[in-house]
């Protein structure tokens, strides 16, 4: 074979790896979007909420936050089903950004990340997994935290606010001291673009830093009760707890709400929910 | 008539496993379940006879209407609306496998349950 044959088959050669080499980094890309559009699908088998809990852990893990992984087992909702099935299993994903100086207290701040069958849950709920990942990444490079600050990812709320349950009802026996719990749930739909956000918070001191920073940031807020989210876990076993929310009181719902149409987010006004929670955090923290 | 106490014998032994494993998780109706059971028995042992009979017939009642809820619960998933995903990811080969010997087994105690050796004939034969 003369130099131009060899070359020819070097040259194919390069060609077909390159091909490849493409293809493969295509698919990557394909199968592991990162930031929230890797929370859009639906999360309701175990392997598809195992899939985002490890894709949780996987964004965290970028920024030199190591998560964990907190499996549990627990009872059927009905007693009478533990006559029948199995226990109910789950994995909620946690992790601890210490203090910088010796604290006993804790913050802990949440969002379920599952999703309801049929619904590729975009504002319900990867609109508050997101935020509460952007926060552990903002909390974690604060230069001064005077509390400890928990950030976890509760599992199947939609079947009962389950995971968020077991984590309460562990802090609880744990007999640690909890400051506060913070909760986001659905903050990625604006009907109306006024940027008004529910905030379900107990009066006192929480409720005036949440009222202030809100006020400082521009951003409205209507004060509202509901017990359907993740943070009604930690008020049950005695804690203070606050749920961020897109504007239910107002009835500017996300019409796709558990439906199949929920797969876009308003960036914007999720964002300035994130700022809120944050600016408050930060003022926990500082005092 | 061995058949009826290894039938007896296993539905025992997971229903301690059943009772011991939600036990742990601080949920006690598998454990008030083998508790009726055992009562049933401790019954049947004491008193012997026909009230033995009974107490095999009634465990064997009970564990073939867990059977029963087994099947009809996988009927209701399967072809019902999608209530649970935790439910409908239960229905494996060993849901089934249980279900099926509750069911039958269940019936099997009923119809020819264990015959436990009266003390008086026992006493006859020495």
């Known amino acids: ?60 893990a970028e920024a030199g936050i190591d998560a964990k992984l907190q ?7 009905n007693w009478a089903l533990d006559l029948v099935l199995p226990p109910v299993s789950g994995a909620n994903v946690a992790v601890e950004i210490p203090s910088t100086e010796p604290s006993e207290q804790t913050i802990v701040i949440g969002a379920h990340y599952d999703s309801v069958k049929g619904s590729p849950g975009a504002d319900d709920n990867a609109s508050g997994t997101y935020a509460v990942i952007e926060l552990a990444k903002r909390v974690s490079e604060l230069p001064v935290r005077r509390m400890n600050v ?20 562990n802090w609880k026996a744990s007999g640690l001291p909890l400051h506060s719990m913070h909760n986001i749930d659905m903050i990625g739909f604006d ?11 107990p009066d006192g001191e929480l409720a005036e830093i949440y ?22 876990s930690f008020r049950k076993v005695g804690f203070r ?36 929670v944050a600016a408050v955090t930060r003022r926990l923290l500082e005092k | 008539m061995k058949a009826a106490w290894g039938i007896l014998a296993l539905s025992l032994l997971l229903w301690v496993r059943r009772a011991a494993e939600f036990a742990l998780l ?23 006879g026909n009230t033995w009979r009974r ?24 072809w019902g609306p999608p209530v649970s995903q935790h439910g409908i990811e239960s229905l494996t080969l060993p849901y089934f496998a249980a279900s099926a010997f509750y069911l039958l087994g269940g019936v099997w105690l009923m119809i020819r349950p264990p015959v436990l050796a009266d003390p008086a004939d026992a006493a006859s034969v020495v």
């Open chain 1, 1 to 60: 074979m003369g130099l131009r044959g060899k070359l020819g088959i070097a040259a194919a050669g390069l060609a077909g790896f390159l091909m490849v080499a493409g293809h493969t980094q295509a698919l990557r890309a394909t199968e592991y979007a990162t930031g929230i559009e890797a929370f859009v699908g639906e999360r309701v088998t175990t392997e598809q909420r195992r899939t985002a809990a490890v894709r949780i852990m996987s964004e965290l």
């Open chain 1, 71 to 77: 499996p549990y087992d627990t009872g059927n909702t």
């Open chain 1, 150 to 169: 928990v950030f976890v990812w509760f599992d199947q709320e939609e079947v009962g606010l389950v995971g968020s349950k077991i984590f309460a009802a």
């Open chain 1, 191 to 201: 009907g109306n673009g006024d940027g008004r956000f529910d905030l379900d918070v």
């Open chain 1, 211 to 232: 009222l202030r920073e809100a006020e400082a940031l521009g951003i409205p807020i209507a004060r509202d009760t509901f017990n359907s989210s993740d943070h009604a």
């Open chain 1, 241 to 276: 707890a606050v749920c961020l929310s897109e504007d239910f009181s107002n009835k500017d719902i996300n019409p796709t709400y558990h439906r199949g149409g929920d797969k876009t987010i308003d960036r914007e006004y999720m964002q300035s929910g994130i700022d809120l």
């Open chain 2, 26 to 48: 601080d949920r006690f109706a598998p454990a008030a379940f083998l508790a009726v059971g055992m009562a049933l028995m401790g019954w049947g042992v004491v008193r012997r």
């Open chain 2, 55 to 78: 107490a095999m017939r009634l465990w064997g009642l009970l564990i073939g209407l867990i059977g029963l809820a087994g099947f009809a619960l996988a009927i209701a998933l399967h």
